[in-house]
């Protein structure tokens, strides 16, 4: 199998590419969890779980410029939690006005803003790390850990695996576009035909990409039916857990509780 | 420029931080249970021969996600796909392959967060499937299974699909107390009602290509499905609902953020966690509001009595074809 340039996962030999998926999995809920539960305000629960982030993204030697840049991924949606900080009513902090509207942000809506983004820019790190240090089938085993239904992962497993040559035929579709409906990347220049044919075409393309994969899967399905497939998914059993690993998971959701006990004490 | 679906995150995938505990948790039972009850439905329709299908019809919509066509200027129209793998797939296997596409994207690629995964399954898995299917059968049916039918029908699928799938999240949104309804709710909806005519158009050349070529997939459709009429009434309802709430809560903001404020409250654990459901059908009504609600029911039942004239038409020229 090539290496290709979806897959986010990125080979290394980390204590955190070493863990149990298991255990990552798990522990990566509850972090995302904790992040959601801590109220709006508590700031120096905040800096304690990104100050832990941080240092999981440098045990795991993905780079944090890598992880970072991939979080800014998040800050698109931020926009839909900005009209917080003029809605909340509480103590007026600044007015401005742009033309005809006036704005006031107020403090609760500043605080609820910032911790909002906080939250989903935390927990988003916690997800780039799991991803990029946890190759697929790895992933697979956590999600039967935790009692993901079997029909359910088979359908994940394959579409993983067959994710890559289906994005291959997209990009040859598109390439076979650009080819044939003269667009020109060209300032200025106008691409082909009307919107209305254009989304005609895409049109096309994903019926093809859809009969493809209808014929493509009809073909699978031979394949494994001939090498004994009897409509039954199976899988290897679990392999058991070591004791380091049930050491490092109960600490880590101690760790977890605790902090989010401090955060509810101090400023719910 | 091939990547930019994958590097622009879709308005509709939230990610976390931005709903409350309660609502992901509430969010995440609706998407266990339709989850549980289209798995089984699969199991006993088509047995796991379906497996391959599935998972590489899942595969097909994630990477039909990367087609995309330039609108005006910068900004271009893309695929969701979820209309088009109900009307070829049948609603409860694409459950299942919607939930696959939307947990990949959350688990692999960020795009949705993962405890709001329950959500994002919910709007594009549940909702955008049940409406599809509502859509779809309706006008299908009522074009007696004629070529224009299914093409209208398409269309109609998928905007509406996407459309209350976008209001979905804008409500889920608004009852976490992240956005303000008066604002969430024009701005989804007035984004994904354009989204929604390119993902029409998308649908319908699809349909057009694979009616030409393999018309038998898009007839599988024609025979009654397992458990549709079950759904059908789902999508009404959803569809209805939606529709009537969210005009309701951009009205009156107030009461719907009165909610957000209780729920907050709830987040800390101090009231049982079903409170919410009823917490959030009624507050802050208002003559007007009710007046709305009413109109609504009124919709419904004109809807509902149309609807099964359809179906008794259908039902007679069976047995007179019979």
Known sequence: ?268 | MFLSPFLSPQPMHIPDGFLSISVSIVFWLFSIITIGYSLKRVNRDLGERQVPLMGVLAAAIFAGQMLNFVVAGGTSGHFMGAALATILLGPWATILVMTTVVGVQALIFQDGGLLALGANIFNMGLVGVAVSYFVFTTIHRFSGGKRWGIFVGGFAAAWLSIEIAALAAALELVLSGTSPANIAVPAMAGIHALIGIGEGLITVGALALIYAARPDLVKVQKEPQAGGAALWVGGLIIALILAIASPLASAHPDGLEWVAEQKGFLDSAQGPLYEIIPDYVLPGISNEALATILAGMIGIFIIFCFALAVAYSRKNRQNTNV
């Open chain 1, 1 to 268: 199998m090539h290496v290709h340039f979806l897959d986010p996962y990125r080979s290394g030999n980390s204590l955190v590419h070493r863990l149990d998926p298991r255990i990552k999995f798990i522990l990566t809920l509850g972090f995302i969890l904790v992040a959601s539960l801590t109220p709006v305000g508590a700031w120096p629960v905040y800096i304690l779980l990104f100050s832990i982030i941080l240092s999981v993204e440098v045990l795991s030697e993905l780079g944090v410029r890598y992880v970072l840049k991939r979080s800014m991924l998040a800050f698109l949606f931020v926009l839909a939690a900005l009209p917080v900080i003029f809605t909340t009513a509480d103590r007026i902090i600044l007015t401005f006005s742009l033309g005809t509207w006036t704005f006031t942000i107020t403090q609760a809506g500043l605080e609820r803003f910032i911790s909002i983004f906080l939250k989903s820019w935390i927990s988003i790190q916690a997800a780039i790390v799991l991803a990029s240090s946890t190759p697929f089938p790895e992933l697979m085993m956590a999600m039967r850990a935790i009692r993901i239904p079997r029909l359910l992962v088979a359908i994940f497993g394959l579409m993983w695996r067959y994710l890559f040559v289906l994005a291959d035929e997209a990009l040859r579709l598109m390439r076979a576009r650009l080819a044939r409906s003269g667009h020109s990347d060209q300032v200025g220049l106008k691409p082909g035909g009307s919107v209305w044919w254009r989304a005609g075409v895409t049109g096309r393309m994903a019926g093809s990409l859809f009969l493809r994969a209808f014929e493509r899967s009809d073909r699978i399905y031979m394949a494994m039916i001939s090498r004994g497939y009897d409509r039954e998914v199976r899988a290897a059993p679990l392999p058991k857990l070591r004791g380091v690993d049930s050491l490092i998971i109960v600490g880590g959701l101690l760790l977890l509780v605790f902090l989010l006990l401090f955060a509810i004490l101090f400023w719910a």
